[in-house]
């Protein structure tokens, strides 16, 4: 079975739909092969500096996001996180991020829910993905962000791929 076969398999047994079915097929260019590295133990505790991560409210400069959204926007993937637990939807979301990428995708809708039946308040799942995504998906996640109302408001995280 093909990779591409196998991940849109995996991504129909996940019940994620693609939007429009045409972005769902080959793409034209080959896709890049990510690759995650982990970082390596600093030699000494006393001698680690933190890498200063971008959370600038410009775009980043190889970002796939457009400057605006315009009302009409569809992101090329959807996947919902409802009801799923928080390690089931970290390894969702790590898999289904990192196949999209490798498909070529700009961009993935991540619906968390508004954790408005949680104990905790503004819910575990979008706060879990969040962090996620600030502190593990660098290395192919440009930018995120809340989505826009029309699009699920709170409800819902917007991922840019790097290009």
Same mark, same amino acid.
């Given at each position: 079975?093909?990779?591409?076969?196998?991940?849109?398999?995996?991504?129909?047994?996940?019940?994620? +739909?693609?939007?429009?079915?045409?972005? =769902?097929? *080959?793409?034209?260019?080959?896709?890049?092969?990510?690759? %995650?590295? $982990?970082? &390596?133990?600093?030699?000494?505790p006393a001698k680690a500096?933190?890498?200063?991560?971008?959370?600038?409210?410009?775009?980043?400069?190889?970002?796939?996001?457009?400057?605006?959204?315009?009302?009409?926007?569809?992101?090329?993937?959807?996947?919902?996180?409802?009801?799923?637990?928080?390690?089931?939807?970290? +390894?969702?979301?790590?898999?289904?991020? =990192?196949? *999209?990428?490798?498909?070529?995708?700009?961009?993935?809708? %991540?619906? $968390?829910? &508004?954790?408005?039946?949680?104990?905790?308040?503004?819910g575990v799942l979008p706060?879990?993905?969040?962090?996620?995504?600030?502190?593990?998906?660098?290395?192919?996640?440009a930018e995120f962000e809340?989505?826009?109302?029309?699009?699920?408001?709170?409800?819902?995280?917007?991922?840019?791929?790097?290009?």
């Amino acid at each position: 079975m093909s990779e591409e076969k196998e991940f849109l398999d995996q991504m129909h047994r996940l019940g994620v +739909k693609p939007l429009d079915p045409q972005k =769902a097929t *080959a793409q034209s260019l080959e896709p890049k092969k990510l690759v %995650l590295q $982990t970082p &390596k133990a600093p030699a000494s505790p006393a001698k680690a500096v933190p890498k200063p991560k971008y959370t600038g409210p410009v775009p980043h400069p190889s970002s796939t996001r457009p400057k605006r959204l315009p009302r009409d926007f569809e992101p090329d993937l959807v996947v919902d996180l409802h009801g799923m637990v928080q390690p089931e939807a970290l +390894k969702t979301t790590r898999n289904l991020l =990192a196949g *999209a990428y490798n498909k070529g995708y700009d961009h993935v809708l %991540l619906i $968390t829910g &508004k954790g408005l039946n949680s104990e905790v308040e503004g819910g575990v799942l979008p706060k879990a993905v969040w962090r996620w995504l600030e502190e593990e998906a660098e290395s192919f996640v440009a930018e995120f962000e809340l989505a826009p109302p029309f699009l699920g408001g709170t409800g819902a995280i917007l991922v840019f791929f790097f290009r």
